[in-house]
T-cell receptor
Framework: DSGVTQTPKHLITATGQRVTLRCSPR?????VYWYQQSLDQGLQFLIQ???????AKGNILERFSAQQFPDLHSELNLSSLELGDSALYFC??????????????FGQGTRLTVV | GQQVMQIPQYQHVQEGEDFTTYCNSS?????IQWYKQRPGGHPVFLIQ???SGEVKKQKRLTFQFGEAKKNSSLHITATQTTDVGTYFC???????????WGAGTKLIIKP
């Protein structure tokens, strides 16, 4: 158990809908990262938050947004969903503001299926 | 932008054979991390390499960081079924907060 909790584990929704994925980082970790992993593909970095503020942005679509709350949990909002958004979404956390010298701890992921 | 290539994409081996995956960057790295993702699982941190020419071992796994700090490799000796999964490199640069990951190498044990 990595200590990172993601909910829900599975989500099935229709095209055009909006969903929210939730992540609780490990106790003490201030950084949260979101990744998208399509079937049998690599990890695409979406966005990072550190202590409530956006720290780095990757290939995140405009239809997607995220935030980190004062209690450090984070939410990833995906709207106007398309079939191609079907993927495994991982949240990871680390203690430091950058990924430079700290390992990331990953949650179990949320599998999103858009039908 | 930073280019990272991880090869091969797949490697099929008989149990007991060796496995190697390579990660190559177009730019000098500050450090590199390696992660393993079991089928149906999430990435799990294996190791971090920081120094030029560094070699680290974890039982049957050997990790190397190139002298120029532009490439790295992971070698598994005498693979076992528990080694099955995808191995990702995660190179890091000082000035770049972007979290670039290699595409991963999937280790498949032939039946």
């Amino acid at each position: 158990d990595s200590g990172v909790t993601q909910t829900p584990k599975h989500l099935i929704t229709a095209t055009g809908q909006r969903v929210t994925l939730r992540c609780s980082p490990r106790s003490g970790d201030l950084s949260v990262y979101w990744y998208q992993q399509s079937l049998d593909q690599g990890l695409q970095f979406l966005i990072q938050y550190y202590n409530g503020e956006e720290r780095a942005k990757g290939n995140i679509l405009e239809r997607f947004s995220a935030q980190q709350f004062p209690d450090l949990h984070s939410e990833l909002n995906l709207s106007s969903l398309e079939l191609g958004d079907s993927a495994l979404y991982f949240c990871a956390s680390s203690v430091a503001p950058t990924a430079l010298n700290t390992e990331a701890f990953f949650g179990q992921g949320t599998r999103l299926t858009v039908v | 932008g930073q280019q990272v290539m991880q090869i091969p994409q797949y490697q099929h081996v008989q149990e007991g054979e060796d496995f190697t995956t390579y990660c190559n960057s177009s730019t000098t790295l500050s450090n590199i991390q390696w992660y393993k993702q079991r089928p149906g699982g999430h990435p799990v941190f294996l190791i971090q390499l920081v120094k030029s020419g560094e070699v680290k071992k974890q039982k049957r796994l050997t990790f190397q960081f190139g002298e120029a700090k532009k490439n790295s490799s992971l070698h598994i000796t005498a693979t076992q079924t528990t080694d099955v999964g995808t191995y990702f490199c995660a190179p890091r640069r000082d000035s770049n907060y972007q979290l670039i990951w290699g595409a991963g190498t999937k280790l498949i044990i032939k039946p």
